[in-house]
C-alpha cells in the first residue's frame, strides 16, 4: 500500500514515554505539529517543562544504577543494537511516514532514512563497542595501570528536525552501546519517529526506563535538560546559536561535558584540472539540495577555479532548473517542502537579501507563502566573501558560486568561514589533494577525482567539527569514547 494511504490509520500520540510507557505531560499550553506540504495541523502535543523531564532524569538514574543495562557485558548491548536494527528496518515505512508528515521529507528518502541509514548506524556501532578497548602499561615490577572505559551515567541528547529518524539514532547507537541510560528530546518540528523508536527499543531488549524520550519544545524541556544537575552528558545537534546557550546552562548546572554538531557553510572546491564537468554538476546539485538543503553538510558554497567556471555553471543550472518542488508523500517526488513555516520564511529572508546586496540570481527559486512550504532552488553568482548569503547557514536550497585564480586563493576562500564541518575537493593532482587536505579547517574532507562513484552511506571513522560547527567526535570508535569515561587503574603489589 502506498504511504499515503496509510495516513489517515495514524493515531498521534506525542506525549513523554518514560519507564517503558506514555504518560502524560504535566504542562498545559500546546503546540501544534504542522504538516509543512500543507501547513495544517496533524495534532496539537504539550509543549513539555521542567517537571517533565526530571521525572524522566529521576527514572533513567534509577535505571542506570540498578545496572539491569549498563553493567552487560558489550556483546549483550551489541546484540541488543542488532535487534533494534532489525525492528526499525522493518518498521521503516512507518516511521518515514512520521518524518514525512511531520518535516515534508520525500517518503522515498525517509524510507531510505529509516530502512538504510538508520540501521547501519546500529549495527557498525555494534561493531565498534567491541573495538572500544584501553591501554595498558607496566610501570614497576609488580605494578601495572590500564584503562577502562566506563558509561557516564544519564546522558541527555538533543537533536534537530532535518533526519529525525537517524538524528535519533546517530546519538542514541553510542549513547546506549557504551552502557548509559538515556534521556531525548527530539526537535518538537519532528517527534513521533523518536517515540516509535523508544518503543520499538523495548522490543528489541533495552530494559524499562533506560531509554526515555520527553517531547516538547527547547526553551522548556531542552534548556531543563542542559539545566539538569542530574545528567552528566549532553550531546547537542543543532543550530551554532542553541549549542551555545545548551553550553551556558551547562556550565551553570554542574558542569557537565557537551558535544556539539552544530551548523555549516561547506565548500565544494572545483580545481581547474577537474575533469567530468557533467557529473561534478550532477554531484553539486545533489549535495546542495538534497533534503531541500537542509543538511548540516550540505555543501552551498561552490567554489570552482575561473578556467572551469562558466562550463560548469551552466551545467549546474540547467539542473537546477528543472528541479520542482512536489507533494513528499508522492513516491516519485525527490525535491518536498521546507520542513516548516519559519524555516521558509527564514530561507525567503536570505534569498531577498542576497539580490538587496547585488548577488546575481542564476536561477532564482519560487517561494510558496501559504498553503506549504515549498522554495524551489536558488543559485546567487557573483557573490563576495562578506555578504552574509556566504558567511551564514542558511539551512534551505540556496547555493553561492564564487570564481579563484590559483590553489592559495581557493584554500583562503573555503576557509573564510567561521563554520569547520566539511568540505569536497576535485582534482586529480594528489600533491594538492594532500595539501588541501591538511589546509582545510574542517572536521571532514573529501577529494574526488571526478570518477562516478557513490558517497559512501555507512561512514564508519570519525570526526571533530571545527569552530561554529562545534566539537566532540561522533562517528567510528572515536566518536564512542566521547559518550564513555576514561578511567586509569593502577594495580600495586603482589
Ligand atoms: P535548533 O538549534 O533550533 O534546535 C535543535 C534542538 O535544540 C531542538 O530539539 C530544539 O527544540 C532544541 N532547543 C532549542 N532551544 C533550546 C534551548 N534553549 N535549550 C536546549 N535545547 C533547545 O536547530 P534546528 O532548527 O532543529 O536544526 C537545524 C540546525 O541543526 C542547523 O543549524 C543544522 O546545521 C544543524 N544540524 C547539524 C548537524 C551536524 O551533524 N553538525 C546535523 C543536523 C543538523
Given amino acids: 500500500m502506498p504511504l499515503s494511504a496509510q495516513t489517515p490509520n495514524i493515531s498521534w500520540n506525542v506525549n513523554p514515554f518514560i519507564d517503558g510507557k506514555y504518560t502524560s505531560s504535566l504542562a498545559d499550553d500546546l503546540v ?33 544504577e540498578e545496572g539491569k543495562w549498563s553493567r552487560l557485558p558489550p556483546a549483550a548491548r551489541a546484540e541488543v543494537l542488532q535487534n533494534l536494527a532489525d525492528l526499525i528496518e522493518e518498521h521503516k515505512e512507518e516511521l518515514a511516514l512520521f518524518d514525512t508528515l511531520e518535516m515534508g521529507k520525500p517518503t522515498r528518502a525517509a524510507v531510505f532514512d529509516a530502512g538504510v ?3 547501519n548506524k546500529l549495527r557498525t556501532t555494534a561493531v565498534h563497542v567491541m573495538q572500544l578497548l584501553g591501554q595498558s602499561t607496566p610501570l614497576f615490577d609488580q605494578t601495572v595501570s590500564f584503562n577502562m572505559f566506563e558509561p557516564r551515567g544519564v546522558v541527555g541528547l538533543i537533536t534537530p528536525w532535518n533526519f529525525p529518524t537517524v538524528n535519533a539514532i546517530t546519538k542514541l547507537a553510542p ?25 520499538l527499543a523495548l522490543e528489541a531488549g533495552i530494559p524499562e526506563g533506560v531509554l526515555n524520550v520527553v517531547p516538547g519544545l527547547g526553551e522548556t524541556v531542552g534548556a531543563a535538560l542542559a539545566l539538569h544537575p542530574n545528567v552528566d552528558l549532553i550531546s547537542f545537534t543543532g543550530s551554532t546559536r542553541t549549542g551555545r546557550s545548551v553550553m551556558e546552562l551547562c556550565a551553570k548546572s554542574n558542569g557537565k561535558p557537551v558535544i556539539l554538531e552544530c551548523g555549516g557553510k561547506s565548500p565544494h572546491i572545483v580545481f581547474q584540472d577537474t575533469v ?18 537542509q543538511v548540516c553538510v550540505a555543501t552551498t ?19 537546477a532548473t528543472h528541479i520542482r518542488p512536489a507533494d513528499p ?12 513555516p519559519a524555516q521558509r520564511d527564514r530561507v525567503d529572508h536570505y534569498i531577498q537579501a542576497g539580490i538587496a546586496d547585488g548577488a546575481r540570481a542564476v536561477v532564482m527559486g519560487a517561494v510558496q507563502r501559504s498553503g506549504g512550504c515549498y522554495v524551489a532552488p536558488t543559485i546567487f553568482d557573483e557573490v563576495d566573501g562578506s555578504m552574509p548569503i556566504v558567511r551564514e547557514e542558511i539551512f534551505g536550497p540556496v547555493l ?13 576562500m573555503a576557509n573564510d568561514t567561521p563554520f569547520g564541518l566539511v568540505a569536497t575537493a576535485w582534482t586529480r593532482d594528489c600533491g594538492l589533494a594532500r595539501q588541501v587536505a591538511h589546509a ?7 577529494v574526488r577525482t571526478g570518477g562516478e562513484e557513490e558517497a559512501p552511506s555507512g561512514i564508519v571513522l570519525g570526526r571533530e567539527p571545527q569552530g561554529h560547527s562545534g566539537y566532540g567526535a561522533e562517528l567510528g570508535v572515536e566518536g564512542l569514547k566521547s559518550f564513555a569515561s576514561l578511567k586509569l587503574v593502577t594495580m600495586m603489589g603482589a
Fill in 32 to 64: 501544534d505539529n504542522i504538516n509543512p506540504a500543507t501547513e495544517s495541523a496533524l495534532c496539537t502535543f504539550s509543549q513539555g517543562n521542567a517537571e517533565d523531564l526530571d521525572v524522566a532524569v529521576s527514572v533513567a538514574r534509577r535505571r542506570f
Fill in 117 to 119: 541509514t538508520a540501521p
Fill in 175 to 199: 549513547a546506549l552501546a557504551v552502557g548509559n541510560s538515556v534521556v531525548l528530546k527530539p526537535s518538537e518540528i519532528a517527534p513521533s519517529s523518536a517515540l516509535r523508536i523508544a518503543e
Fill in 276 to 293: 567530468n564537468l557533467d557529473y561534478v554538476a550532477t554531484s553539486v546539485v545533489q549535495t546542495a539540495f538534497a533534503n531541500s538543503g
Fill in 301 to 319: 558554497r561552490l567554489l570552482v577555479h575561473r578556467a572551469v567556471k562558466d562550463v560548469l555553471l551552466e551545467k549546474i543550472v540547467e539542473l
Fill in 329 to 340: 508523500l508522492d513516491e516519485k517526488t525527490e525535491f518536498g517542502p521546507l520542513a516548516s
Fill in 400 to 412: 553561492c558560486v564564487q570564481g579563484f585564480d590559483d590553489d592559495a586563493e581557493a584554500i583562503a
Fill in 440 to 446: 582545510l579547517r574542517v572536521g571532514s574532507v573529501t
